[in-house]
């Protein structure tokens, strides 16, 4: 208790300190001031009286966050007490504390609000209004709290404030693809947050500041290790650094959880075998999940990547994933535990198509997992791209709950310097129709449990978090960790909904800012599919670190090549899944294949995910696919353009530290995209030998030049 106490002063000191530059640290939780707050104006008396009527460390948590943020956003000191009396003006207590004249004017019932829900209501008694957050316990209030804080933020009016909200999706958690060296794969903002070399006894004060971060949207677990994983993170020496962590973020009602590498029980454990049927083996994870729980006993559970891109696993024993995943979910069941077990398995020795592969794997093992196994899917059958038609897998195992990957970190969509406002494409995703049980059975129900009735639901994001003073390198990429929270914990939001309460509450709620800034959020997705995969192109990536064009990319194995994906030659271009080619397309229902499978009626879109398309064909839109592909990508890059003219108009709204920041990586951004255009232009061209289009500016370079541009030491890989 203590020690906590201690921690969050230093907490609140390091904030006021680093508060005073604008350099993006304290995300989307600034507090700046709000002028004609209407919190002041609804009260009218220049003293908050706060009652909370708790006594966990989350009371704690909630009474510091109180402070800290009222004290900025209203400019005065709110007096927190322990009794209610005629001054109070704001109350926090679970239901059962409640007092029974409160209690008595609630009309919800209580256990519709779950174990995280809470409810913020104006109590009227006795010609006293008062401001009520309530829940079935602490974390209700917790996150009451940051919504109530939003409130404010966002200078909305909480005049007769009445307002319920229960999550929608059990388990939300961060992924992080953090090394025990701190290096991040995949990471485009330094170095890991977790210092394990320092832990367990040097609580960095930022982890105190990633919990609030993450509570304040609702993330309520993080995997803290790569799903590349290190058994070492199994020993002892470093359990007992991870109690450090799960102590820290405990209050904040986040659980730690970790990748477990499958084949530790012979890494560390010296077994000669890591078979799932073997008895020895079964123990080993049996003890070391006890081991794991003396010291944490609410450990989330495992994340595991298994026989996939080198990672050992069940098959490397003749074993199925669901002996795997069961074996896992076994030694942690008893105390509550989950895995997640990915479904991102592929190999380049299968003949078929990698897209395939997923849903060939699983869904014949649907029903044959245990309670407590929850199967992980990216969005995409191949892999993060900027636009991925839903993951066939979804929908397809009635029996066999599914969770959702995400990707927050931008490996294949402009690591750190491209504005790319993500939360559109994780929006396309969830209200994509699977037609799984008829019209409306989005992916969004699939994943939350609803349309099957699962009982476990979960979402995962791989973060894009690191050491970087802002967290995330570019600061609009904190939308992004933003946004995914928010969507984790309520699906329903729209992607404009969310852009504008992050904006407000990181920037300003100035509404000719909001207005602008939002626009060039919205738009960026739809720019940068155009300018590096426009029509359904996918996977044309640089080898490797994926950082800028690389349509070129053959040799090695063939999945990690481009030319496998683009299949661009003298007759055309693209990928043809359809029955007369990889017949992906039968795995989705037939709705779906109805939607896509037909050349002239696919969706311009997603068109050469799904097909060969010949390089004269004239699409709906009246060009010839080769000249629809030129425009494109020109106008990925002209959208790009006038997006940074947009923002150099929002000087005048902001700091100079961010927008300046901001300023410079567009600049980045619009060279990039040019190197994109005309690389894949002159690429595709050597097949198409037709011209770009007259009105269209003609490249300055040569394709040699492009293909000669080369990138060493960029972040995310192991560099050589
Ligand atoms: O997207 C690919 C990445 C790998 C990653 C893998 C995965 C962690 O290129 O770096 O490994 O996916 O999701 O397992």
Redesign the pocket.
Same mark, same amino acid.
């Given at each position: 208790m203590n020690k906590l106490r201690t921690l969050l002063t230093i907490t609140l000191v390091l904030l006021l300190f680093l508060s005073k530059a604008e350099n993006g640290y304290n995300l989307w939780l600034r507090y700046t001031k709000v002028e004609n707050q209407v919190l002041l104006k609804t009260y009218q008396d220049a003293t908050l009286n706060i009652v909370i009527l708790d006594n966990s460390e989350t009371s704690m948590v909630i009474k510091n966050e109180l402070y800290l943020g009222l004290r900025s956003l209203l400019s005065t000191e709110p007096e927190i007490a322990n009794t209610i009396n005629d001054q109070t003006s704001l109350i926090i207590a679970t239901l059962n504390s409640l007092p029974e004249n409160i209690k008595a004017n609630i009309t919800i019932e209580d256990k519709t609000l779950g174990d995280e829900g809470y409810f913020i209501f104006t109590n009227q008694s006795e010609n006293k209004k008062s401001i009520i957050i309530t829940g079935n316990n602490d974390k209700g209030l917790l996150y009451g709290t940051f919504k109530f804080l939003s409130y404010l933020q966002q200078n909305q009016s909480i005049e007769d404030i009445n307002f319920t909200s229960i999550p929608k999706i059990k388990h939300r958690l961060l992924n992080h693809?953090d090394n025990l060296d701190r290096t991040v !794969?995949?990471g485009y903002a330094g170095f890991s947050i977790f210092d394990w070399h320092k832990l367990p006894d040097y609580v960095d004060p930022r982890y105190v500041d990633y919990a609030r971060a993450n509570a304040s949207i609702g993330i309520n677990g993080t995997v803290v290790t790569?799903?590349?994983s290190n058994a070492l993170i199994l020993t002892p020496q470093y359990i007992k650094k991870l109690v450090t962590l799960a102590n820290t973020f405990r209050p904040y009602g986040i659980k730690v959880y970790l990748t477990a590498r499958f084949s530790a029980p012979v890494e560390i454990g010296g077994l000669k075998t890591a078979d799932p049927t073997n008895n020895e083996v079964q123990n080993w994870w049996n003890n070391k999940a006890k081991e794991i729980y003396k010291l944490i006993p609410d450990f989330g559970g495992f994340l595991v990547?298994a026989n996939? !891109?080198g990672q050992p696993g069940p098959q490397d024993y003749k074993r199925t994933h669901a002996e795997g995943a069961n074996m896992l979910a076994d030694a942690v069941a008893p105390f509550g535990g989950i895995v997640m077990w990915?479904a991102?398995v592929y190999s380049h020795e299968a003949p078929d198509d990698r897209a395939k592969q997923a849903y060939s794997e699983f869904k014949p093992l649907d029903g044959k997992f245990r309670a407590n196994v929850i199967i992980q899917v990216?969005n995409g059958a191949i892999?993060?791209q900027p636009r991925e038609p839903f993951h066939p897998l979804f929908g397809a195992t009635p029996k066999t709950p599914l969770m959702m990957e995400f990707?927050i970190t931008q490996?294949?969509t402009g690591c750190a310097t491209h504005l790319f406002y993500q939360a559109p494409l994780y929006k396309e995703v969830l209200n994509a129709d699977t037609y799984a049980k008829g019209q409306g059975s989005t992916v969004a129900k699939i994943i939350d449990g609803s349309l099957h009735n699962n009982n476990i639901s979960g979402i995962a994001g791989?973060a894009n978090i690191g050491n970087d003073i802002n967290w995330t390198g570019h600061p609009f990429a904190q939308a992004n960790w933003y946004a995914f929270g928010r969507l984790a914990w309520n699906h329903e939001l729209t992607a404009e909904e969310i852009a504008e309460e992050w904006l407000k509450m990181t920037f300003t709620n100035d509404k000719d800012f909001i207005n602008a800034a939002k626009q060039i959020m919205i738009n960026s997705r739809e720019n940068l599919v155009n300018y590096m995969t426009p029509l359904g192109l996918h996977h044309i990536m640089a080898r490797n670190h994926?950082y800028g064009p690389g349509p070129w990319v053959d040799g090695g194995r063939a999945d990690w090549t481009s030319l496998y994906y683009h299949q661009a030659n003298d007759d055309g271009i693209g990928f043809n899944r359809s029955s007369t080619g990889s017949n992906a397309i039968s795995q989705y229902f037939p709705e779906v294949q109805d939607l896509y499978k037909n050349i002239k009626t696919c969706p311009e879109n997603s068109l050469l995910w799904f097909h060969h398309v010949s390089w004269d064909k004239k699409l709906a839109s009246g060009n010839s696919l080769w000249d629809k592909l030129c425009y494109k990508y020109y106008e990925g890059v002209d959208s790009v353009i006038s997006a940074q003219k947009q923002w150099n108009k929002l000087e005048k709204y902001i700091d100079k530290e961010r927008f300046d920041h901001v300023s410079s990586l567009l600049k980045i951004q619009v060279n990039e995209a040019l190197w994109w255009r005309y690389a894949c232009v002159l690429y595709f061209q050597q097949f198409s030998k037709q011209p770009i289009p007259k009105e269209l500016e003609k490249p300055k370079f040569s394709l040699e030049h492009y293909k000669n541009i080369e990138h060493r030491f960029v972040p995310g890989?192991k560099n050589e």
């Amino acid at each position: 208790m203590n020690k906590l106490r201690t921690l969050l002063t230093i907490t609140l000191v390091l904030l006021l300190f680093l508060s005073k530059a604008e350099n993006g640290y304290n995300l989307w939780l600034r507090y700046t001031k709000v002028e004609n707050q209407v919190l002041l104006k609804t009260y009218q008396d220049a003293t908050l009286n706060i009652v909370i009527l708790d006594n966990s460390e989350t009371s704690m948590v909630i009474k510091n966050e109180l402070y800290l943020g009222l004290r900025s956003l209203l400019s005065t000191e709110p007096e927190i007490a322990n009794t209610i009396n005629d001054q109070t003006s704001l109350i926090i207590a679970t239901l059962n504390s409640l007092p029974e004249n409160i209690k008595a004017n609630i009309t919800i019932e209580d256990k519709t609000l779950g174990d995280e829900g809470y409810f913020i209501f104006t109590n009227q008694s006795e010609n006293k209004k008062s401001i009520i957050i309530t829940g079935n316990n602490d974390k209700g209030l917790l996150y009451g709290t940051f919504k109530f804080l939003s409130y404010l933020q966002q200078n909305q009016s909480i005049e007769d404030i009445n307002f319920t909200s229960i999550p929608k999706i059990k388990h939300r958690l961060l992924n992080h693809w953090d090394n025990l060296d701190r290096t991040v !794969e995949r990471g485009y903002a330094g170095f890991s947050i977790f210092d394990w070399h320092k832990l367990p006894d040097y609580v960095d004060p930022r982890y105190v500041d990633y919990a609030r971060a993450n509570a304040s949207i609702g993330i309520n677990g993080t995997v803290v290790t790569n799903v590349n994983s290190n058994a070492l993170i199994l020993t002892p020496q470093y359990i007992k650094k991870l109690v450090t962590l799960a102590n820290t973020f405990r209050p904040y009602g986040i659980k730690v959880y970790l990748t477990a590498r499958f084949s530790a029980p012979v890494e560390i454990g010296g077994l000669k075998t890591a078979d799932p049927t073997n008895n020895e083996v079964q123990n080993w994870w049996n003890n070391k999940a006890k081991e794991i729980y003396k010291l944490i006993p609410d450990f989330g559970g495992f994340l595991v990547k298994a026989n996939s !891109e080198g990672q050992p696993g069940p098959q490397d024993y003749k074993r199925t994933h669901a002996e795997g995943a069961n074996m896992l979910a076994d030694a942690v069941a008893p105390f509550g535990g989950i895995v997640m077990w990915r479904a991102f398995v592929y190999s380049h020795e299968a003949p078929d198509d990698r897209a395939k592969q997923a849903y060939s794997e699983f869904k014949p093992l649907d029903g044959k997992f245990r309670a407590n196994v929850i199967i992980q899917v990216k969005n995409g059958a191949i892999d993060f791209q900027p636009r991925e038609p839903f993951h066939p897998l979804f929908g397809a195992t009635p029996k066999t709950p599914l969770m959702m990957e995400f990707q927050i970190t931008q490996e294949y969509t402009g690591c750190a310097t491209h504005l790319f406002y993500q939360a559109p494409l994780y929006k396309e995703v969830l209200n994509a129709d699977t037609y799984a049980k008829g019209q409306g059975s989005t992916v969004a129900k699939i994943i939350d449990g609803s349309l099957h009735n699962n009982n476990i639901s979960g979402i995962a994001g791989v973060a894009n978090i690191g050491n970087d003073i802002n967290w995330t390198g570019h600061p609009f990429a904190q939308a992004n960790w933003y946004a995914f929270g928010r969507l984790a914990w309520n699906h329903e939001l729209t992607a404009e909904e969310i852009a504008e309460e992050w904006l407000k509450m990181t920037f300003t709620n100035d509404k000719d800012f909001i207005n602008a800034a939002k626009q060039i959020m919205i738009n960026s997705r739809e720019n940068l599919v155009n300018y590096m995969t426009p029509l359904g192109l996918h996977h044309i990536m640089a080898r490797n670190h994926h950082y800028g064009p690389g349509p070129w990319v053959d040799g090695g194995r063939a999945d990690w090549t481009s030319l496998y994906y683009h299949q661009a030659n003298d007759d055309g271009i693209g990928f043809n899944r359809s029955s007369t080619g990889s017949n992906a397309i039968s795995q989705y229902f037939p709705e779906v294949q109805d939607l896509y499978k037909n050349i002239k009626t696919c969706p311009e879109n997603s068109l050469l995910w799904f097909h060969h398309v010949s390089w004269d064909k004239k699409l709906a839109s009246g060009n010839s696919l080769w000249d629809k592909l030129c425009y494109k990508y020109y106008e990925g890059v002209d959208s790009v353009i006038s997006a940074q003219k947009q923002w150099n108009k929002l000087e005048k709204y902001i700091d100079k530290e961010r927008f300046d920041h901001v300023s410079s990586l567009l600049k980045i951004q619009v060279n990039e995209a040019l190197w994109w255009r005309y690389a894949c232009v002159l690429y595709f061209q050597q097949f198409s030998k037709q011209p770009i289009p007259k009105e269209l500016e003609k490249p300055k370079f040569s394709l040699e030049h492009y293909k000669n541009i080369e990138h060493r030491f960029v972040p995310g890989i192991k560099n050589e």
